[in-house]
């Protein structure tokens, strides 16, 4: 193979050292267009929010219990709770996403 650009020249070195070009390894068979990469990358952002939300309700609980401040705790919980929830929901719509993607494949 007679590198053409910066590209063909890494994927020339990749393939000299490591004996088999870049993949996505398991999940190849799932991210093979770029809707599936869309809604992966989407499903991503989603999940790093609703992390963040969790950790920053549970700061604002932990501060306000120690504060004795209820009103803003009661506010803390919710948001500890409706974050819990969006995390629950993206790992089920990741599991139904690979049931369906299984199923349609064969």
Same mark, same amino acid.
């Given at each position: 193979m007679v590198p053409t650009?910066?590209?063909?020249? %890494?994927r020339q070195w990749i393939n000299d050292t490591l004996? +088999? @070009? &870049?993949? *996505?390894? &398991? %999940? @190849?068979? =799932? %991210?093979?267009?770029?809707?599936?990469?869309i809604l992966a990358a989407l499903w991503m952002v989603w999940f790093i929010v609703s992390v963040v939300m969790l950790i920053i309700g549970a700061?604002?609980?932990?501060? +306000?219990r120690r504060q004795t401040q209820s009103m803003?705790?009661?506010?803390?919980?919710?948001? =500890? *709770?409706?974050s819990a929830i969006s995390i629950a929901l993206a790992v089920v719509f990741v599991a139904l996403l690979l049931i369906i993607t299984h199923l349609v494949s064969g």
């Amino acid at each position: 193979m007679v590198p053409t650009d910066a590209g063909d020249t %890494f994927r020339q070195w990749i393939n000299d050292t490591l004996g +088999s @070009g &870049p993949s *996505l390894g &398991p %999940f @190849g068979a =799932v %991210f093979n267009n770029a809707i599936s990469t869309i809604l992966a990358a989407l499903w991503m952002v989603w999940f790093i929010v609703s992390v963040v939300m969790l950790i920053i309700g549970a700061i604002r609980w932990v501060v +306000s219990r120690r504060q004795t401040q209820s009103m803003h705790m009661e506010s803390a919980q919710q948001q =500890v *709770l409706s974050s819990a929830i969006s995390i629950a929901l993206a790992v089920v719509f990741v599991a139904l996403l690979l049931i369906i993607t299984h199923l349609v494949s064969g």
